[in-house]
């Protein structure tokens, strides 16, 4: 071994000796990367966010010297708690095979090198590594990325850089955007959100174009609100009013308000009144990657009318294939056309009428288990993959092939057309809808603008999206359970394999309801097992619920 690579080696131990007694592991506490990452109280969170800095790292190393992420949230989750997760040089979620490891790795009491030769990491010769790092606006925030920092430093070669307090899918859409070798700053993302945003109004029939259209925010008191606040002027044709915008006084982040509070609990936020009634009004949560929509309609109680994610993705998944029909069809002449595979992805939890929708729409409809990791991957598949979780995570992923054709056609159609036929028309709105939908992550900014360009686009009125189906009546309830993991699905979490008996008695209590529709999973983020029952009245989704959750407590107990 050559000498300055033995000194290299010996210097590589000595760090992470060093960070490892900085930041020992409290004893009897397991950490585990779960369905997004690491997750507990913020307080006592360094270890493993140091430990995350060091895999974050290593996973650069491993790749290169990509960039790689780091984003430090707990999402929707209590203002105490705090969490952390890694974003791949693709800015989509760290990827899966590297959870074992990350598993290891965090839990490791002294020093992480052992594990990292295992993974085949040639620390100790020459390396480079950079870590894109964000935080959001909890207070936990600026000691833990202290502690991703001094995890990231403890890697000889490894170059860190703190991109400031963001929203998680600004972080993914910089990671993506480095590796891309295009600008990744922060203004760049918001010049890119404004000028598609405007872009896409620029071709909103002439008939359909009306006054500003107001819309009401709720910011979940998170960085979501803080970064609309930042750029609502730029955006004309949509009047913003931003509440629980995370200013002093304005009230707690998630607490009472926010996306996972509006959809889990279909009541007003904090911050909204009788006023309001009628008003369209959108809900991010506290890190700006989910996103609802709701409104108000009655000043007589607090419940309102949801417009969820299977809805955005309903609306996301008109347009565009009405855009392709446009590119396609072009009023029967004979043109280029485009071959695109639009495919659509949903989890257990979508609402069966939603995906009845989709169908009669002739769409193709994948199914994949919860978690933002599993659908991004499988809507990869197709030229357009179209994904979102009930809960609001969710985008529109392009792939390369097909922006480049778009890109071309749009040049031919161009050159015939100088003033623009419907034709092109559509492909250009089509590019559009790639530049503003974040491609790396689900981004409730860039959804919320996507939205509003849609609606405009087809004149439509919140009541009319909401016309698009009916919800089927649904209920979700939670298990307390000794041993979650004793539950093993499949099927896309839709059927149950482990118990064994367990599918038959679910099957057993569904063929008792019209419409029924019931699984069972065990949760990725807490300890508890949940129960999804669908069936044509909410008693009886209420009831089927409560029967099977009757024989998951029976059975585990
Ligand atoms: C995490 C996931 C979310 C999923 C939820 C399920 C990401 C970024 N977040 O919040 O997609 O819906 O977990 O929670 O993937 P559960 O496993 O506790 O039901
Ligand atoms: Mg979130």
Redesign the pocket.
Known sequence: MAANQEEQEQEQRRRLLAVASRFPLPSGCRFSYG??GFRADGATMAPAVCRAGILAALRSVKLAGAAVGIVITA?HNPFGDNGVKIADPDGGMMAQHWEPFADALTNAPLTPTPSSRDEGIPLGSQHTAQVLLGRDTRPTGAYLLDAALQGINAIVGACAIDMGILTTPQLHWMVRSKNKGVKASESDYFMQLIGSFRRMLELVPKDKIGGEEKLIVDGANGIGGVKLEQIKAELSGLDINVRNSGKEGEGILNHMCGADFVQKERVTPHGFSSEDVGVRCASLDGDA?RLVYFRLPSASDNRVDLVDGDKILSLFALFIREQLDIVNNNGGQANKSLSARLGIVQTAYANGASTQFLKSLGLEVAFTP????YLHKRALDYDIGIYF?A?G?GTVVFSEDLISQLESLSNELASQAPTGSAQRHAVMRLLATSQLINQAVGDALSGLLLVEAILQYKGWSFQNWCELYSDLPSRQLKVKVKDRSVIVTTDAETKVSQPSGLQELIDKETANYTHGRCFVRP????DVV?VYAEASTQVEADSLAKSVAHHVERILG
């Open positions: 369905t997004a999402s990657d919860t978690g933002v990791k979780e809960n995570h949760s990725g983020t807490e949940r």
